[in-house]
T-cell receptor
Framework: KNEVEQSPQNLTAQEGEFITINCSYS?????LHWLQQHPGGGIVSLFM???GKKKHGRLIATINIQEKHSSLHITASHPRDSAVYIC?????????????FGKGTKLSVKP | EPEVTQTPSHQVTQMGQEVILRCVPI?????FYWYRQILGQKVEFLVS????????KSEIFDDQFSVERPDGSNFTLKIRSTKLEDSAMYFC???????????FGPGTRLTVT
């Protein structure tokens, strides 16, 4: 069974700061997802990656398959980035796409 | 932009009652999922559905749960006899293929009293 660990659990930043959220997992995967959960509860998919790096606006996600580790970076953070960021993995082989979730990192960006 | 929708947004029910949570996945998607999140806990997989049948289910998805795609658009989760511990946010998701991003609905908050 894959264990997904995220750090930190909580993160407070000042507007404009560069933010890094980390995710590690215990068993080889076929894909890793970064998700954003808004205060109201809704979940939005940010990235799905299986290797390398992806960038979308101020968000960058990287993954190191050998080290079983991924990072989500936010450049020039803004109060509207305040949310819970969740890492989720899909195991390699067998699973029909179901995801195993981390506990999330609660980010608060202060103006 | 197409989106997954869920109804109702909040459902309150008494213990032992049956509830049906409804989802309308994105129209050309082929894979459908139900997840739940108990307050303060992580999101957990319940069941995946493809080609009109369950393709995988978790230990949580016991005989009290069932899923159905009654027509070409709706995807439902039924809980036959609700328990207090079924209180959670239930998310539906869909994806166009097995190795694609999943798109989540806004969730249904189920409160069992």
């Amino acid at each position: 069974k894959n264990e997904v660990e995220q750090s930190p659990q909580n993160l407070t930043a000042q507007e404009g700061e560069f933010i890094t959220i980390n995710c590690s997992y215990s068993v080889g995967i076929s894909a890793l997802h970064w998700l954003q959960q808004h205060p109201g509860g809704g979940i939005v998919s940010l990235f799905m990656l299986s290797s390398g790096k992806k960038k979308h606006g101020r968000l960058i996600a990287t993954i190191n398959i050998q080290e079983k580790h991924s990072s989500l970076h936010i450049t020039a953070s803004h109060p509207r980035d305040s949310a819970v960021y969740i890492c989720a993995v899909r195991n390699y082989g067998g699973s029909q796409g179901n995801l195993i979730f981390g506990k999330g990192t609660k980010l608060s960006v202060k103006p | 932009e197409p989106e997954v929708t869920q109804t109702p947004s909040h459902q309150v029910t008494q213990m032992g009652q049956e509830v049906i949570l409804r989802c309308v996945p994105i129209s050309n998607h082929l894979y459908f999922y139900w997840y739940r999140q108990i307050l303060g806990q992580k999101v957990e997989f319940l069941v995946s559905f493809y080609n009109n049948e369950i393709s995988e289910k978790s230990e949580i998805f016991d005989d009290q749960f069932s899923v159905e795609r009654p027509d070409g658009s709706n995807f439902t989760l039924k809980i036959r006899s609700t328990k207090l511990e079924d209180s959670a946010m239930y998310f539906c998701a869909s994806s166009p293929g097995l190795f694609y991003e999943q798109y989540f609905g806004p969730g249904t908050r189920l409160t069992v009293t």
